[in-house]
C-alpha cells in the first residue's frame, strides 16, 4: 500500500502561513500526491495535487521535495475557516482503490 | 453543476433490520466510491466501481455488506441485518478516469443502528 504520514494536530494564529507536512517514503515515480481537507459534518474537499513540481492554486501551494519522499501543504493566510482536518494522499496511476485516507492533521486556527 | 448528493442524510434503524444508502454522483463520473467514517478516523475505503462494475469490492467489511451501480451512475449501498457496529457516516465519491482527477465526495449518510 502507498501509505503517508502525517502529525495528528497542527495549530496555527490566524493571518499566518501553514505549513502542513507529510511524509511518503515508499512512493512510486508515477504516484500523484493528493492533498483534501474535511471541514466537521461534511465530507472531504479537494484541495491540491501534483507530481514532481510545485503547484499553486487558490486555496493552497503544494511544495514535492527533490526526492518525492515528503511533501508540504502551504496555506498562505490561515481563517478561521481553514480550521478541517487535513489528510495527504497518494493516488497510483491504475489503480482506482488506492485511495486510503490516513487519520490526517487536525487543524487548529487561533483567532 | 450539482455535486455529489447522498440520501439519506441521516438513517436510523434498529439492529438487524435492512437499509440502503443512495449516491447520486457526478453526471459524467465514470468512478465511483463508498466509503465509511467512524468518529475521529479518516474515511475508510469499502468498494469503487468503474462504470457499472465493481473494480475492487476489498474493503466490504464482510458479506452484509453490497453494493450497486446498475446503470454507470446511481450507485446504493446495501446493508442487511444492521449490527451497532455499522454505525458511521457512509461517504460517497465520484470522479473522472485518471490519477489525476479529484474525488468530489458528497456529504455522507449518517447511519445510526440502535
Not at chain 1, 501553514?18 to 479537494?46: A, F, K, M
Not at chain 1, 501551494?61 to 526526492?67: Q, V, Y
Not at chain 2, 468498494?47 to 467489511?61: E, K, M, R
Request: some cysteine; aromatic content about 8%; proline content about 6%.
Amino acid at each position: 500500500d502507498a501509505k503517508t504520514t502525517q502529525p495528528n494536530s497542527m495549530e496555527s494564529n490566524e493571518e499566518e502561513p501553514v505549513h502542513l507536512p507529510c511524509n511518503h517514503s515508499t512512493i512510486s515515480g508515477t504516484d500523484y500526491i493528493h492533498w483534501y481537507r474535511q471541514l466537521p459534518s461534511q465530507g472531504p474537499e479537494y484541495v491540491i495535487h501534483g507530481l514532481t513540481s510545485n503547484v499553486n492554486n487558490r486555496m493552497a501551494s503544494l511544495a514535492i521535495a527533490e526526492d518525492r519522499k515528503s511533501s508540504t501543504l502551504i496555506l498562505h493566510r490561515a481563517t478561521l475557516r481553514d480550521a478541517a482536518v487535513y489528510y495527504c494522499i497518494l493516488r497510483v496511476p491504475n489503480t482506482g482503490n488506492q485511495f486510503y485516507f490516513g487519520t490526517g492533521t487536525s487543524l487548529t486556527v487561533i483567532p | 453543476g450539482a455535486g455529489v448528493s447522498q440520501t439519506p442524510s441521516n438513517k436510523v434503524t434498529e439492529k438487524g433490520k435492512y437499509v440502503e444508502l443512495r449516491c447520486d454522483p457526478i453526471s459524467g463520473h465514470t468512478a465511483l466510491y463508498w466509503y465509511r467514517q467512524s468518529l475521529g478516523q479518516g474515511p475508510e475505503f469499502l468498494i469503487y466501481f468503474q462504470g457499472t462494475g465493481a473494480a475492487d469490492d476489498s474493503g466490504l467489511p464482510n458479506d452484509r455488506f453490497f453494493a450497486v451501480r446498475p446503470e454507470g451512475s446511481v450507485s446504493t449501498l446495501k446493508i442487511q441485518r444492521t449490527e451497532r457496529g455499522d454505525s458511521a457516516v457512509y461517504l460517497c465519491a465520484s470522479s473522472s478516469t485518471g490519477p489525476q482527477s479529484p474525488l468530489h465526495f458528497g456529504n455522507g449518510t449518517r447511519l445510526t443502528v440502535t
